[in-house]
Nanobody
Framework: QVQLVESGGGSVQAGGSLRLSCAAS????????MAWFRQAPGNEREGVAS???????NYADSVKGRFTISQDNAKNTLYLQMNSLKPEDTAMYYC????????????????????WGQGTHVTVSS
């Protein structure tokens, strides 16, 4: 079992920045994928960024150049640094974990992830 707890959401004006955190506990394993997803009201959950145990990353086109995913293995914590935020980034952000063999680029498909946090909300005003 893996438990995930997100934090760091809030309200910010367009152009601002936020850093989300996801604390993981339980058996993390040596090979895995972790990712950030988001879901706005009325929309399906979509992948934002993912990272593997070797820090290989994958980003959705909509956030490339603005968001950075990273992890602190010593703290079992996943981060999402979000810069140049736009109103369309407003959503509930979720952390996901996938126990998997090593892959160079982790997927951004929600259905492939096994464990989820409860989410943290981000609001970007214009």
């Amino acid at each position: 079992q893996v438990q995930l707890v997100e934090s760091g959401g809030g309200s910010v004006q367009a152009g601002g920045s936020l850093r989300l955190s996801c604390a993981a506990s339980g058996y993390i394993g040596r090979t895995y994928c972790m990712a950030w997803f988001r879901q706005a009201p009325g929309n399906e959950r979509e992948g934002v960024a993912s990272i593997n145990a070797d820090r290989g990353t994958n980003y959705a086109d909509s956030v490339k150049g603005r968001f950075t995913i990273s992890q602190d293995n010593a703290k079992n914590t996943l981060y999402l640094q979000m810069n140049s935020l736009k109103p369309e980034d407003t959503a509930m952000y979720y952390c996901g974990y996938l126990r998997a063999s090593w892959v160079p680029r982790c997927p951004l498909v929600p259905a492939q992830y096994n464990y989820w946090g409860q989410g943290t909300h981000v609001t970007v005003s214009s």
